[in-house]
């Protein structure tokens, strides 16, 4: 192979999930977060999609790679399967040998550990991959078992990734009770130009570069147009570009190893080719309304009596934190990674502490969660947050009319909860 040519310790470019070699953009950084959430949440249930070769089974296996020993996982990539199957599949992945049991059984089971792992002081996680390949019958499996809780939490948390299609079917009509229950859908796009070329950097690097260009800018650009910045396809057209490379002893990628490559391939530019959504963030948030882009409220940033930031708020969730993966940056030393977030509703918006160091302060007392008021302010490290509410009439309206509805955000009565105070943990 190519490695001494190029001075490499291993292949940059294998298609199987690494984590050693994950990229992570803005994007992928936020996919990873929300996943993160679930760990935060007693009630966590996140749904990624992405195109095929997008980067959610890296994601996903760097994910689980980081968990701490008390996080008990269950993962199912198999989801051509039936319920029994799924339920058989995710008690092996327990430790059990169910395959004698019948369905009550089975449900028995399942029940009686997730229950036993919360009073343990465990948290139980279950990633099922390629998602959109479950049928509506094991789909409904995992709605119930979503709802397995004690009298205060739930006691699984619940990660879909899978295709776009994903989507498709869990916004149908008899899918409506497992929409509910999700918190947060996140569609993973692809890479930027510059992304592109920063991941193509990284993966080389990781396998022993040193910083030495490997990859003409020209080379680049045109990677670029032929994968559109799906990773997998980076990966594809690199790899056969060094080969090209190294069939003429050649220890730089130009961009006529690229074409070579490109022909042998037999691609056309990746423009051509698909009809998917461009390079847009897709925060899908969990309340379907026709108000989902509307500007419900303003979070007013300030340090020492001075406003140094406005953020609009939306329908959805936004994260806070002193990472740039957040969506509300606070660049501070008494603020953690992740250390909040804000959930917006027509019904009202809610702060909930993310088991930050320092906390957040409503009101003079420290909360864990928090239904905001016109006008509260929130107290981060040496930071406020101050919320305006900035809900028109006809919302207020909407939002009192399906107060007891019950909408995939929650009813009135949820927000309520989800208000209860205390102090959170340090």
Same mark, same amino acid.
């Given at each position: 192979?190519?490695?001494?040519?190029?001075?490499?310790?291993?292949?940059?470019?294998?298609?199987?999930?690494?984590?050693?070699?994950?990229?992570?953009?803005?994007?992928?950084?936020?996919?990873?977060?929300?996943?993160?959430?679930?760990?935060?949440?007693?009630?966590?249930?996140?749904?990624?999609?992405?195109?095929?070769?997008?980067?959610?089974?890296?994601?996903?296996?760097?994910?689980?790679?980081?968990?701490?020993?008390?996080?008990?996982?269950?993962?199912?990539?198999?989801?051509?399967?039936?319920?029994?199957?799924?339920?058989?599949?995710?008690?092996?992945?327990?430790?059990?040998?169910?395959?004698?049991?019948?369905?009550?059984?089975?449900?028995?089971?399942?029940?009686?550990?997730?229950?036993?792992?919360?009073?343990?002081?465990?948290?139980?996680?279950?990633?099922?991959?390629?998602?959109?390949?479950?049928?509506?019958?094991?789909?409904?499996?995992?709605?119930?078992?979503?709802?397995?809780?004690?009298?205060?939490?739930?006691?699984?948390?619940?990660?879909?990734?899978?295709?776009?299609?994903?989507?498709?079917?869990?916004?149908?009509?008899?899918?409506?009770?497992?929409?509910?229950?999700?918190?947060?859908?996140?569609?993973?796009?692809?890479?930027?130009?510059?992304?592109?070329?920063?991941?193509?950097?990284?993966?080389?690097?990781?396998?022993?570069?040193?910083?030495?260009?490997?990859?003409?800018?020209?080379?680049?650009?045109?990677?670029?147009?032929?994968?559109?910045?799906?990773?997998?396809?980076?990966?594809?057209?690199?790899?056969?570009?060094?080969?090209?490379?190294?069939?003429?002893?050649?220890?730089?990628?130009?961009?006529?190893?690229?074409?070579?490559?490109?022909?042998?391939?037999?691609?056309?530019?990746?423009?051509?080719?698909?009809?998917?959504?461009?390079?847009?963030?897709?925060?899908?948030?969990?309340?379907?309304?026709?108000?989902?882009?509307?500007?419900?409220?303003?979070?007013? !940033? $300030?340090?020492? #009596?001075?406003? %140094?930031? @406005?953020?609009?708020?939306?329908? *959805?969730?936004?994260?806070? =934190? +002193?990472?740039?993966?957040?969506?509300?940056?606070?660049?501070?030393?008494?603020?953690?990674?992740?250390?909040?977030?804000?959930? !917006? $509703?027509?019904? #009202?918006?809610? %702060?909930? @502490?993310?088991?930050?160091?320092? *906390?957040?302060?409503?009101? =003079? +007392?420290?909360?864990?969660?928090?239904?905001?008021?016109?006008?509260?302010?929130?107290?981060?490290?040496?930071?406020?947050?101050?919320?305006?509410?900035?809900?028109?009439?006809?919302?207020?309206?909407?939002?009192?009319?399906?107060?007891?509805?019950?909408?995939?955000?929650?009813?009135?009565?949820?927000?309520?909860?989800?208000?209860?105070?205390?102090?959170?943990?340090?």
């Amino acid at each position: 192979m190519y490695l001494d040519l190029f001075r490499l310790k291993e292949l940059p470019f294998r298609l199987s999930p690494d984590p050693q070699f994950l990229y992570l953009s803005k994007h992928h950084s936020r996919a990873k977060a929300y996943m993160e959430s679930t760990i935060w949440f007693t009630d966590g249930f996140v749904v990624i999609t992405g195109e095929i070769g997008s980067g959610k089974t890296t994601l996903i296996e760097s994910f689980l790679r980081e968990l701490d020993r008390e996080v008990v996982v269950a993962q199912i990539n198999q989801t051509q399967i039936t319920p029994i199957g799924f339920l058989q599949g995710l008690l092996v992945q327990f430790g059990f040998s169910p395959f004698k049991m019948n369905k009550a059984e089975l449900l028995s089971t399942v029940n009686s550990f997730l229950i036993e792992q919360y009073a343990a002081g465990r948290k139980v996680v279950l990633v099922i991959d390629e998602a959109q390949n479950l049928s509506n019958r094991v789909l409904e499996e995992v709605r119930l078992l979503s709802g397995v809780e004690t009298t205060k939490d739930k006691t699984l948390r619940i990660i879909l990734a899978g295709q776009p299609e994903l989507n498709d079917k869990l916004d149908a009509p008899e899918m409506r009770q497992l929409a509910q229950r999700i918190r947060l859908r996140f569609h993973l796009t692809p890479l930027s130009k510059e992304d592109t070329t920063a991941y193509v950097l990284h993966r080389l690097e990781v396998a022993g570069s040193g910083g030495r260009a490997i990859f003409t800018d020209a080379a680049l650009a045109l990677l670029y147009r032929y994968t559109g910045g799906v990773p997998r396809l980076i990966n594809t057209l690199c790899d056969t570009s060094m080969m090209s490379a190294y069939a003429i002893d050649k220890d730089t990628v130009d961009e006529a190893e690229v074409k070579t490559a490109i022909e042998e391939l037999q691609w056309v530019e990746y423009a051509g080719r698909t009809n998917r959504m461009p390079r847009t963030e897709m925060v899908v948030p969990v309340l379907r309304s026709v108000h989902a882009d509307a500007v419900l409220g303003r979070l007013l !940033v $300030a340090t020492d #009596g001075r406003t %140094i930031g @406005d953020k609009p708020l939306k329908i *959805g969730r936004l994260l806070v =934190g +002193r990472t740039p993966e957040n969506d509300l940056q606070i660049d501070s030393q008494y603020v953690s990674r992740h250390h909040c977030q804000v959930t !917006v $509703a027509l019904e #009202g918006v809610v %702060i909930e @502490d993310l088991n930050s160091t320092n *906390g957040i302060v409503c009101r =003079g +007392r420290r909360v864990r969660r928090q239904l905001l008021n016109d006008g509260d302010v929130i107290v981060i490290g040496r930071h406020t947050l101050t919320y305006v509410d900035e809900r028109p009439g006809t919302l207020r309206h909407v939002a009192d009319s399906t107060a007891g509805d019950q909408s995939p955000t929650g009813s009135q009565e949820t927000l309520a909860g989800a208000a209860e105070t205390g102090n959170g943990p340090h």
